[in-house]
């Protein structure tokens, strides 16, 4: 009996070393299952109870709950103490101070080159266009074949477009939107094409390799080279000025017959020749023309009852007007300095 006795005592006297040392819950745990757990070294010493006589087993057994609920209470105190010391730092470290000023969040902005595109297609949809959109990886069906390019052409050369496959490729133009609609969509059709486009351009102050167009299309009965004229003077008009005049010179483009270049006069000097305009006092901006006939036939679109004209308007080119911008590299920099002079 006296064995037992002293090894209840000494495992009492381990236990209130050692409960000391717990850090945290877990540690409180691990000390319970350690001394009080089915496996633990209370049960081990309660064992042996087994062999004293009957007159001895009571002392002993009171004595084993004796320390048994000491031990127990002394885990909960412990346990409480823990819990009240955790709740108290992480009550510091998450305390707020209502006085302090809050954090302002920067208000974003639209970048140039949207708020060109916006102003564009805004001026566009008061004259009763819709906007149009498609994907910018696109077949080459779309972006070639069906606006009268060819398969020698020099504009479908893998030096000069991204090609994905032989017959994919990221378009070079917004007119494969043109086409889409005009293969889904009979007459009437007035539309503008606002997107990115994509060419294998070394960038330099002048040419990148991604940048934006605003393409627009018309097809109905009637539609003449008259009608397109008053849409882009008035076009010039509302972006640039009332005393914005425009210029048309003959140029060559596949997919329209007749074709024409669009200058609008300079907007820094009125016409009278700067270092804007070259001295020159225009200032190229779009592509322009009537659709030719075989691009409406290869839509599913009568040619001989139909017409129609299709424009392209420069985003970056635009921009870098109206705002004296010399190097197209700087809208495409994510330069906080230069952005806010937008916002």
């Not at 109870?49 to 320390?67: D, F, H, K, T, Y």
């Not at 008259?226 to 009332?242: P, Y």
Request: proline share 6%.
């Amino acid at each position: 009996m006296q064995d037992l006795k002293q090894q209840l005592e000494e495992l009492q006297q381990a236990f209130n070393q050692t409960l000391p040392e717990a850090k945290n819950s877990q540690d409180v745990e691990a000390i319970r299952i350690r001394f009080m757990g089915k496996k633990g070294l209370l049960t081990g010493i309660l064992r042996g109870m087994g062999q004293l006589s009957a007159e001895e087993r009571p002392v002993v057994g009171q004595l084993a709950n004796v320390i048994r609920a000491e031990m127990e209470n002394g885990l909960k105190e412990r346990a409480e103490q823990l819990q009240e010391a955790e709740q108290t730092a992480r009550l510091q470290a998450e305390r707020l101070d209502v006085t302090r000023p809050g954090t302002a969040f920067t208000a974003g902005s639209k970048h140039p080159l949207t708020q060109v595109v916006d102003e564009i297609c805004s001026i566009f949809i008061g004259l009763g266009y819709s906007i149009a959109e498609g994907p910018e990886i696109e077949y080459d069906r779309n972006n070639f074949e069906l606006l009268r390019l060819p398969a020698n052409h020099p504009a479908r050369d893998e030096q000069d477009t991204f090609y994905v496959t032989p017959s994919i490729l990221l378009r070079t133009q917004t007119s494969p939107v043109q086409i889409r609609v005009m293969q889904q969509q009979p007459p009437p059709i007035k539309i503008v094409c606002p997107g990115k486009v994509y060419r294998s351009d070394t960038p330099d102050a002048t040419h990148s390799p991604i940048f934006h167009q605003v393409e627009g299309l018309v097809v109905d009965e009637g539609v003449t080279m008259g009608d397109l004229v008053g849409s882009l003077q008035l076009f010039a008009r509302k972006l640039f000025g009332e005393q914005t005049q425009i210029r048309l010179r003959p140029h060559h483009f596949p997919f329209t017959e007749p074709s024409c270049e669009v200058d609008l006069s300079c907007w820094t000097c009125g016409g009278t020749g700067c270092r804007t305009c070259k001295g020159e006092g225009w200032i190229e901006v779009l592509g322009a023309g009537m659709v030719h006939p075989e691009v409406l036939e290869n839509c599913g679109i009568d040619s001989d009852r139909y017409s129609g004209f299709a424009f392209g308007i420069g985003v970056e080119r635009t921009a870098m007007g109206r705002y004296g911008i010399n190097d197209i590299r700087t809208f495409f920099e994510n330069d906080l300095r230069f952005l806010k002079q937008f916002s």
